[in-house]
C-alpha cells in the first residue's frame, strides 16, 4: 500500500471551532488550506473505510460493490477536470451510494436516513453508528494455513478484508489509525506465515495491534462524544490546554493556528470525512516538525522517525518542561483593565491567553484542574471589579485558585489510600456499590465492567509518584464517565447521570462524587429469581466467583438504593456465612436450596423490602 499516514497526536490534544470562523476571528491563515488533489493514496482502502462505518452491518461483498460503484463515478473526468479520482468532499456521493442500493439500505435500518437530504441525512448516518453492535462477532485472525493462503494469493484483497472488519467493528475510528493499524497488521503476517508455530506466532504479534486499537477507538470516541456534547469554547480550551503543554515555546499566536487546524482535523474525522482526516492530521504533523524553534526535545527526536513511528512518539512524548524566565505565578495578569467592560469576543480572547500562559508554566496539571481553574478566575474578574480596590481583590482572589489543585489532589489521594488499604476486588466493590446507587438503570455487566476499568485507571496511576498521581487520575477518570456518558447518550440512564454528562467538561468528576443516588429511581418489585444461588458458587474460582459476588451486591443495591454500610456488611457477612457452610458440606445444592432462602428472608426483613 502506498500511504502517507497521518499522525493522531490529534486524538489527544484537541478541539474547536471551524478553520471559517477561526480565521474570520483573528485573521490568522490555516496550514490546512490546500485544493490540491493527493496523489498516492489507495482510494479503494479508503472508501472501504468510509462506507464500512456507516453501514457496519453490511457483508464485505455488498461494501466492496458500493465501493466499486462510487469510485467509478468518483474517478471519471469532470467538466473542468479538476476532481477525478479525489475523495476530498466526496462524503455525500458516498452516502448516496449507499441510498441508491435501497435494498441494503432497508436491510440495514438506513431507509429514513436516506429519505433525507444533505446535512439532515449525514447527521442521520452518523446517529446510526453503533460502537459494539450486538450482530458483530469479536474479530478474529484467520486461520493461519487458510489466511496465509489467502494473503499470498492476493495480498490487497487480504489487507482490505481486515481493514473491513476493523471499520465495521470500530465505526468511530479515525481512518490515519486503521491505516496504520493494518501496515502494521501486514508487516506480522509474511515471518508469522513461516513461523514454526504460526499460530502462536500471530497471537503474540497481534496482541499489541489488538490492544493499541482498542485503547484508540475508545479514545476516538471520547473525543467526538465531547465534540457533540459541549460548546466550541470548550473544544478551544482543551485544545489551548494540550497544546501549550506539549509546545509551551511557541507564542500564542501559534497556538492559536494550531488549536484551529487540529480542531477542524477532528470534526473531519468525527463526521467520516476519511481523506480530509488522513492529510489534515499529516499536515499538521509535518507543520510541526518544521517549527524546529519552538519543538522540545522529545519531540524533536521524534521528528528523526519514519511518519508511521512518528505519530505514536508525539502522542506518548512527556509535555515539556517550562521555558526558563517564566514568572511562576501570573500575578495581576489582567493588570487594571476592567474585565466587565470587555466584550464577549475579548473575554474569550483574554481566557484563551490566561490558559495558554497557565498551562505552559504547568504541565504537570491535567486539562480538567486548568479548565476549573481557569472558571474560577472568571468568576474572580467579574467579582473584582465590581470591588472598590480590584486590583487588591485579584491578589487575594490568585491565591484562592490554588483551592482547585488541593481540592482535586485531595480526592486522588483518598481514592490511592482506599485502594491501597482494600485491594483491588474490595476496592471495585466500593465503586460497584456507589455507581449502582448513581445509575441502576444500568445492568449488571455494564456496572461491573465500568467499575473494573476504574479499578485498572487506579492500579495504573496510584503506584506513580505524587507529581504525575494528579494528571494520571483525572484523565483516566475522564476516559471511564466519558465511556459512561456515550452509553447514556445512546440509551438515557437517568436525569443524575445526564446532568452530570453535559452540564461541565471541567467539572465532570466531581459531579459524578457528589451524585450519591437516583432520586427518581422507584425499585421493582422484589423478586426471588434474582436471588438464587446454586453450588456452582463452590466450584468457581477467580474472575467467575467475583462476578458472581458481585452480581449478588448488585441485585441487592438495587432492590434497596439506601442501603447503609453497615447493612450492607451484614449481608455480605451473611452471605459469606452461607457459602462457607455450604460449599464445606456433602450436599451442596441442598444446602443452597435450604440455606439461600433462608438469607434471603432475613434480608428483606433487615431492609424491609
Not at 55 to 79: F, G, H, N
Not at 421 to 428: D, I, R, V
Not at 448 to 463: P, Q, Y
Not at 566 to 577: K, T, W
Request: glycine letters at 4%; aromatic letters at 8%; charged letters at 25%.
Amino acid at each position: 500500500m502506498k500511504w502517507v499516514v497521518s499522525l493522531f497526536l490529534i486524538l489527544l490534544l484537541n478541539f474547536t471551532e471551524s478553520r471559517t470562523l477561526h480565521s474570520n476571528a483573528y485573521g490568522i491563515a490555516s496550514i490546512l488550506d490546500s485544493s490540491k488533489c493527493s496523489a498516492g493514496m489507495n482510494l479503494v482502502d479508503l472508501a472501504t473505510i468510509c462506507v464500512t462505518q456507516f453501514v457496519q452491518e453490511a457483508t464485505y461483498e455488498e461494501i466492496s460493490k458500493m465501493v466499486r460503484d462510487v469510485l467509478t463515478v468518483i474517478e471519471k473526468p469532470t467538466a473542468r477536470d479538476q476532481s477525478s479520482g479525489c475523495l476530498e468532499n466526496q462524503l455525500p456521493a458516498f452516502l448516496e451510494e449507499v441510498c441508491h442500493e435501497t435494498e441494503i439500505s432497508e436491510k440495514y435500518g438506513l431507509a429514513e436516513c436516506c429519505r433525507q437530504s444533505g446535512d439532515d441525512r449525514h447527521r442521520c448516518f452518523l446517529a446510526h453508528k453503533k460502537a459494539a453492535p450486538a450482530s458483530i462477532p469479536p474479530f478474529q485472525v484467520p486461520e493461519p494455513v487458510s489466511g496465509c493462503k489467502a494473503y499470498e494469493e492476493n495480498r490487497e484483497a487480504f489487507i482490505n478484508r481486515y481493514i473491513y472488519e476493523i471499520s465495521r467493528r470500530h465505526p468511530f475510528m479515525y481512518a490515519p489509525t486503521i491505516i496504520s493499524l493494518a501496515i502494521r497488521y501486514d508487516k506480522i503476517i509474511p515471518p508469522c506465515c513461516k513461523a514454526e508455530n504460526a499460530v502462536e506466532c500471530f497471537q503474540t504479534k497481534a496482541a499489541p495491534i489488538t490492544k493499541e486499537l482498542r485503547e484508540v477507538s475508545l479514545l476516538n470516541q471520547h473525543v467526538c462524544s465531547v465534540m457533540r456534547n459541549f460548546s466550541p469554547l470548550t473544544f478551544q480550551a482543551i485544545t489551548v490546554v494540550k497544546m501549550s503543554q506539549k509546545l509551551p515555546k511557541a507564542n500564542f499566536t501559534e497556538i492559536q493556528k494550531l488549536v484551529l487546524d487540529v480542531a477542524h482535523t477532528h470534526k473531519e474525522c468525527c463526521q467520516g470525512n476519511v481523506l480530509e482526516c488522513l492529510q489534515d492530521g499529516e499536515r499538521i504533523m509535518s507543520y510541526i516538525c518544521s517549527q524546529q524553534h519552538i519543538l522540545p526535545t522529545t519531540i524533536a527526536e521524534c521528528c528523526k522517525l519514519p511518519i508511521l513511528e512518528l505519530g505514536h512518539c508525539i502522542i506518548h512524548a512527556e509535555n515539556d518542561d517550562k521555558p526558563e524566565g517564566l514568572s511562576p505565578h501570573l500575578h495581576r495578569f489582567l493588570g487594571d483593565r476592567d474585565f466587565n467592560q470587555f466584550s464577549s469576543q475579548q473575554k474569550n480572547i483574554f481566557l484563551a491567553s490566561f490558559v495558554y500562559e497557565y498551562s505552559r508554566r504547568h504541565p504537570e496539571l491535567p486539562v480538567t484542574v486548568i479548565l476549573r481553574i481557569t472558571k474560577g478566575y472568571q468568576e474572580l474578574l467579574e467579582k473584582c471589579f465590581q470591588t472598590g480596590n480590584p486590583l487588591e481583590c485579584q491578589d487575594k482572589g490568585e491565591e484562592e485558585l490554588q483551592k482547585y489543585i488541593q481540592e482535586s489532589q485531595a480526592v486522588v489521594k483518598r481514592s490511592c489510600d482506599l485502594y491501597q488499604k482494600l485491594g483491588e476486588y474490595n476496592f471495585q466493590n466500593v465503586f460497584l456499590v456507589s455507581y449502582t446507587k448513581k445509575g441502576p438503570q444500568l445492568t449488571s455487566p455494564e456496572l461491573i465492567a465500568l467499575t473494573r476499568k476504574m479499578v485498572a485507571k487506579a492500579a495504573m496511576c496510584c503506584h506513580l509518584s505524587e507529581d504525575k498521581r494528579l494528571a494520571c487520575a483525572e484523565t483516566a477518570a475522564d476516559l471511564v464517565l466519558g465511556q459512561l456518558c456515550i452509553r447514556h447518550e445512546a440509551t438515557p440512564v437517568n436525569p443524575g447521570v445526564g446532568q452530570c454528562c453535559t452540564s461541565s467538561y471541567a467539572n465532570r468528576a466531581l459531579c459524578f462524587n457528589k451524585l450519591v443516588l437516583d432520586e427518581t429511581y422507584v425499585p421493582p418489585p422484589f423478586s426471588a429469581d434474582k436471588f438464587i444461588f446454586h453450588a456452582d458458587l463452590c466450584q468457581a474460582q477467580g474472575i467467575a466467583l467475583q462476578t458472581m459476588k458481585q452480581e449478588f451486591l448488585i441485585n441487592l443495591v438495587k432492590q434497596k438504593p439506601q442501603i447503609t454500610q453497615e447493612q450492607l456488611e451484614a449481608v455480605i457477612a451473611d452471605f459469606s456465612g452461607m457459602l462457607e457452610k455450604c460449599c464445606h458440606g456433602q450436599e451442596r445444592e441442598a444446602c443452597f436450596a435450604q440455606e439461600g432462602p433462608k438469607l434471603i428472608s432475613k434480608t428483606r426483613a433487615a431492609l424491609e423490602v
